[in-house]
C-alpha cells in the first residue's frame, strides 16, 4: 500500500494549508503534529507518521514523558525530529507557567490543583515541587526541587527554602506527584512535610498546603488534618 504525500493530498487536507485558511484550532492533534514532522518516510505521508507516533504513544502525553530516544527509535522520526517534537512540547508547558499564569491567585487547594495537575499527573518519577506564592496569594513560579525513583523522592528543607528565599516568596505549597496515580499521601509524605513548616518557621514563610498529585485527582494534607 502506497500513502500519498502531503504534496499529493488534495488542498483541503493538508495541515498547513488548513491553518493558514483556518486557524490552528481547526486542526487536529494528528495534523498539528504533521506540521511537525514535515515530512514522513517512503512509504508513509507526515499524516500518517503524526498517526503513528500518537498511537505508539498513547495520544499526547506518551509523547510529553517519553524521551528523546524513544522518539528517534520510531522509523521515520530520528533525532532531528524528536527534538523538534521535544522543543514544542516544552513550549507549552512553559506557556502555562507563562507570567499570566503566574498571576493566577491560590484561594483553595482545587486551585494548586488545577494549576499543576496536566503537567504532573503523566511524571513516571516522582517530582517534588513547589508553588512559591506573594504576600495576596498570587503564584510567583513553580519549580522543580528534586526529582526520584518510580515511588520516592528526597527533598532537603535546605534545597527547597534556598528557592522561595532566592524567589522572594511570602507563603509557598508543596506539591509532589506519585506515579501509581494514587495521591494517598505516605507517612515519610507526613513528616517531610512537617520538617519543612517547622523549619519554614524560622525563615518566616509560610508552608500553606502539600498536596499530592495522583492521576486527574488529588490528596490536600492540610484538608485531611495531616498537617
Excluded: W
Aim: proline share 4%; aromatic share 2%; net charge positive.
Amino acid at each position: 500500500m502506497r500513502y500519498l504525500t502531503l504534496k499529493e493530498l488534495p488542498d483541503e487536507l493538508r495541515p498547513r494549508e488548513r491553518m493558514l485558511r483556518n486557524g490552528a484550532a481547526s486542526l487536529s492533534n494528528v495534523e498539528l503534529l504533521a506540521i511537525l514532522l514535515r515530512t514522513g518516510t517512503k512509504n508513509m505521508s507526515a499524516v500518517n507518521l503524526a498517526e503513528h507516533l500518537l498511537a505508539e504513544f498513547k495520544d499526547l502525553p506518551g509523547l510529553l514523558s517519553a524521551t528523546v530516544e524513544e522518539l528517534s527509535s520510531v522509523k521515520g522520526v530520528g533525532p532531528v525530529k524528536a527534538v523538534q517534537i521535544k522543543a514544542a512540547l516544552e513550549l507549552s508547558k512553559r506557556l502555562a507557567l507563562s507570567p499570566a499564569a503566574k498571576r493566577a491567585t491560590i484561594q483553595s487547594p482545587d486551585d494548586a490543583a488545577a494549576l499543576v495537575m496536566e503537567n504532573m499527573r503523566y511524571l513516571d518519577r516522582e517530582h517534588f515541587c513547589i508553588l512559591l506564592l506573594n504576600t495576596k496569594n498570587q503564584v510567583l513560579a513553580v519549580e522543580t526541587i528534586s526529582v526520584g525513583t518510580l515511588n520516592s523522592s528526597l527533598v532537603h528543607p535546605r534545597e527547597l527554602f534556598k528557592v522561595a528565599v532566592k524567589r522572594s516568596a511570602a507563603a509557598l505549597i508543596l506539591l509532589h506527584n506519585h506515579p501509581s496515580g494514587d495521591p494517598t499521601p505516605s507517612r515519610e509524605d507526613i513528616n517531610i512535610t512537617k520538617r519543612i513548616i517547622e523549619s519554614g518557621k524560622i525563615l518566616g514563610i509560610s508552608v500553606l498546603d502539600h498536596l499530592v498529585i495522583g492521576d486527574n485527582k488529588y490528596t490536600s494534607l492540610k484538608a485531611e488534618g495531616l498537617i
